[in-house]
């Protein structure tokens, strides 16, 4: 169960393994574990099989759709699936089945992948967690008394723990690159506008990016191939071509230059907004921690307002990005660490200033739109993972990728897993 | 505030009216502005709909060019700058004819400013400043089980939610309703001359809200305004603000102070009257739209499309009355619509008789169309087949009255004229000797307007020529009856 997919479409190419096993034992995995990590909403058992159907047909007749056909991968519930309820981890879409598939749903089917279900997330992608979900919180695989990260945790556990190969989530200040510290797995957050945000429930639209989660480097490669480039439906998408992400990761670092930062540090909230007005009428269906930051939405823009928040916001984020280019000006990868610290336990981070200040070290990233990936880069003296964050320049997701998988490669953690039984 | 009837003792010339307009205006465009829905009036509810306007959480907008060059078209028609770069906004408010809860807009950064609208009131011409004009959504539309106070349930059909629509925002230059209507007018004359909307009221595809206030007259000051929504005719719009201007009138007239409040036209009870002041209190809240990049206008483009301007209205004008020799207020009315005025060019060129031409459109033409759409009838009857029938009047072959029933015939079977006239035999009655008998048989027949005729009463040989004609069926050449009448009886008076 923690073969990466690229080895498991060896497996199918070789007739060793078929789609179909695969799928079944992913579901009974599913269904032996996930009671107790939580990292599902919603399996969708019946799709799956059949998808994984076809896909056996397709390698049976020597003709997949390429490297992602029979992959057992699982979404976040942010991303909108036909026919299947698309929650963002709250009540007030409980029962909200989407009539389309997001572009990223989409290209994933068109190659192929095996949907097993929808993930786990903080609800409405805000937290840091996934204990703000509003059905229940999801586990960390490597200590079920510790959060799994957010708000992507979901599916960041279910890679993790050996419930999906793969998985995507979305990054909005570190979604993706934080779980993804938290849980020992590969994630990635594409430089801004490299993947379609069509069918992608928003949190922020300027900052939100859809990437993978995977057991290893090539595997987010070859994740992040099969959904990037341009969509005509998201005019922000970017119109530049899609370099084969797999075949850049032989080409090695030589000749890189990685930055390492001293400092690596943006202020807190203003505490001020905490007084911001109660908004009666959406209340109900959100929960405590979606109220907080719509609350700071409300105030924020109101007349009178808007120069001292989203206008400051928009300097601050001019700023971050003068500075990442005068720094990519002297060096083509930025190294630094996913997180401040470990996975916490569940209830630990009860002030939100603290969980927001999670994010401090991935939040930059998503202000200047620039790619970041996070892989595994050891362990602490508790056992729990340690990611390492590599950030490059916009669109120069293949030296991030060579970057990471050489570092990888070098590096023995991703053997370790978790004792999930 | 109590509510002072209208036409109190006021002298009204101690205030000046001082009216703003804001047009919406619904574009022709195909497809709607952010998604690829077609735009179709009148289709069954919700038929024209998708997660896009639906607003489904997780879609995106794209935006539609084709609405960008209409807004453009309309732009340089009332000279204004269009901006190099603009941007869309994000407009909140909550209505359930709006599922996203903001309405895609444009705010900071409209496509143009800066314009006028040449308006004619009583035989002069005034600028209207135009401040504004930008792009925006339609929203979805509700129905009621009954009136919206006693409805029970409400339907929300989304066929109308993304239309494009244009948003032209006037300076508060319009002195009277009369000016305001004039000024509608004249930008519905526009924007259908552009082929950018359908101009047409009654199905909500000019939409016009009104913003007045009084001052006294010399003040440069503006007065406390006051916003009237739901003027959907011209009719309204000019009763609505003699209403509103009365009432202000009068309210200052005893020294009350006029309350900056949005009134909604009562069209029923001829009234305007306040709306819940918590209703419009709106705070939009507008930000730039994430999901759009903002857009830069390339002038090549803007000079392509200046350079398709067609001619409009009051420049065709103009030209009817110089070139044409027509009156002023015949070339209004050939003008003011540009498939009427295309059809009398296209006549004029077959029959070079602007009169006979523009007096044919102007009576039968007209009357056949009864408000419809010119463009259907002209396929019936082309501009040709005009030509065809005036030619037939200029050569005697048929009379001006046969050529009403012709003409009658050519709207329902689309043939032309000498087709017609050859099948009906309606070709004038011309042969001296078919006449006289048919001249001896009606006097025979009519012994009493003889005698009438003896004794002096002149109007006795009108009602022979009618008989005359009307046992020709019509076909006799009038002046041919009337001299051989003429004959005939002098030779009997003798
Ligand atoms: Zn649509």
Redesign the interface.
């Known amino acids: 169960m923690y073969q990466p997919i690229h080895e498991l479409t060896d497996a199918y190419r070789r007739a060793d393994l078929t789609p179909t096993a695969v799928a079944e034992a992913y579901l009974a995995r599913i269904d032996a574990l996930d009671g107790r990590l939580g990292a599902y909403l919603t399996v969708v058992r019946d799709e799956a099989l059949a998808a994984a159907r076809e896909s056996e047909l397709r390698w049976r007749a020597g003709a997949p759709l390429g490297p992602l056909d029979g992959a057992p991968v699982a979404l976040k519930d942010v991303l909108c699936t036909r026919g299947v309820r698309t929650t963002c981890g709250s009540k007030m879409l409980e029962s909200f089945v989407p009539p389309y598939d997001a572009t990223v749903v989409e290209r994933l089917r068109a190659a192929g992948a095996v949907i097993l279900g929808k993930t786990n997330m903080d609800e409405f992608a805000m937290g840091s967690s996934t204990e703000h979900s509003a059905f229940h919180p999801t586990r960390n695989p490597w200590d079920l008394a510790r959060v799994p990260g957010g708000s992507s945790g979901g599916s960041a556990a279910a890679v993790a723990g050996g419930l999906a190969a793969g998985g995507f989530g979305s990054d909005t200040g570190g979604s993706i690159r934080q779980p993804a510290a938290f849980c020992g797995v590969v994630g990635m957050k594409p430089t801004y506008g490299r993947v379609s945000r069509y069918g992608l429930v928003a949190l922020a639209s300027s900052l939100d990016q859809v990437g993978p989660f995977a057991r290893d480097v090539r595997d987010a490669a070859l994740l992040l191939g099969a959904v990037a480039g341009h969509d005509r439906r998201d005019a922000t998408c970017i119109q530049a071509p899609v370099p084969d992400y797999g075949a850049e990761l032989s080409k090695g670092v030589a000749g890189l230059t990685l930055g390492l930062p001293d400092e690596y540090f943006i202020d807190g909230m203003d505490p001020d907004v905490e007084r911001a007005m109660e908004s009666r009428t959406r209340a109900a269906g959100f929960g405590a921690e979606v109220k907080r930051r719509i609350m700071l939405g409300t105030y924020a823009l109101s007349a009178g307002y808007y120069d001292a928040y989203y206008g400051k916001a928009q300097s601050v984020r001019t700023l971050v990005r003068r500075e990442f280019a005068a720094a990519f000006a002297r060096v083509d990868l930025i190294v630094a660490p996913t997180t401040p610290n470990v996975a916490f336990k569940h209830g630990e981070k009860e002030d939100p200033l603290s969980m927001y200040l999670n994010d401090v070290f991935t939040i930059p990233g998503n202000l200047a739109g620039i790619p970041g990936i996070s892989v595994p880069c050891g362990f602490s003296v508790t056992g729990l993972p340690i990611g390492l964050q590599v950030l490059g320049r916009p669109l120069d997701e293949p030296r991030l990728l060579r970057a990471a998988y050489a570092y990888e490669q070098a590096t023995p953690w991703r053997s370790r897993r978790p004792e999930l039984t | 505030m109590a509510v002072t009837p209208p036409g109190a003792d006021v002298n009204p010339d101690r205030y000046e009216v001082v009216i703003g307009l804001e047009v919406h205006a619904q574009l022709r465009t195909r497809s709607k502005m952010f998604c690829g829905c077609p735009t179709r009036f009148g289709a069954p509810p919700n038929s024209q709909t998708c997660?896009v306007c639906q607003g489904?959480?997780?879609?995106?907008?794209?935006?539609n060019r084709r609405a960008v060059e209409f807004g453009i078209r309309t732009a340089l028609a009332f000279h204004c700058r269009v901006n190099a770069a603009c941007r869309f906004a994000r407009k909140?408010y909550?209505y359930p004819d709006m599922p996203k809860n903001y309405q895609i807009s444009q705010y900071e950064e409209p496509l143009a400013e800066d314009g006028f609208l040449e308006v004619d009131v009583d035989g002069s011409s005034r600028a209207i400043g135009i401040q504004r004009l930008h792009l925006e959504e339609d929203v979805g539309k509700l129905l009621h089980e009954g009136t919206i106070e006693t409805a029970k349930a409400s339907l929300v059909d989304f066929n109308r939610s993304g239309v494009p629509l244009m948003e032209t925002v006037s300076r508060p230059e319009l002195r009277s309703p009369e000016e305001a209507a004039a000024y509608l007018r004249a930008f519905r004359a526009i924007v259908v001359y552009l082929d950018v909307c359908d101009g047409n009221m009654e199905e909500g595809s000019l939409r016009c809200d009104a913003n007045v206030s009084l001052r006294p007259r010399g003040a440069a000051e503006l007065g406390t305004k006051v916003e009237i929504k739901n003027l959907n005719s011209f009719r309204n719009v000019e009763r609505a603000l003699k209403f509103e201007v009365a009432r202000q009138t009068a309210a200052l007239a005893v020294d009350e102070r006029i309350v900056q409040e949005t009134r909604l036209w009562d069209a029923d009870r001829e009234v305007t009257r306040s709306m819940r002041s918590k209703e419009y209190a709106h705070?939009y809240?507008?930000?730039p739209e994430?999901?759009?990049?903002p857009l830069q206008i390339d002038r090549r483009w803007v000079e392509e499309i200046r350079a398709e301007l067609p001619e409009l209205p009051r420049a065709r004008r103009q030209r009817f009355v110089s070139r044409y020799g027509l009156s002023l207020s015949t070339s209004d009315i050939l003008t003011h619509h540009g498939p009427l005025a295309d059809y009398f060019e296209a006549a004029v060129t077959e029959f070079p008789d602007a009169k006979a031409v523009s007096n044919w459109i102007l009576s039968e033409f007209l009357r056949v169309l009864a408000g419809g759409d010119e463009r259907v009838l002209s396929m019936k009857v082309p501009p040709r087949n005009l030509a065809g029938l005036l030619r037939l009047i200029a050569d005697g072959t048929i009379s001006g009255k046969i050529a009403k029933d012709v003409f009658s015939t050519m709207v329902d079977t689309g043939e032309d004229a000498p087709t017609i006239v050859r099948r009906e035999g309606l070709t004038q009655v011309a042969d001296e000797a078919v006449l006289d008998g048919i001249i001896d048989a009606v006097m025979a027949a009519n012994p009493k307007a003889i005698e009438d005729f003896k004794r002096g009463k002149t109007a006795a040989k009108k009602a022979l020529v009618g008989q005359v004609m009307k046992a020709t069926g019509g076909k006799a050449n009038p002046a041919l009856v009337d001299r051989l009448l003429e004959d005939k009886l002098s030779k009997i008076q003798t």
């Open positions: 997660p489904m959480p997780g879609v995106l907008p794209v935006v909140h909550y705070d809240r507008y930000f994430p999901d759009l990049v």
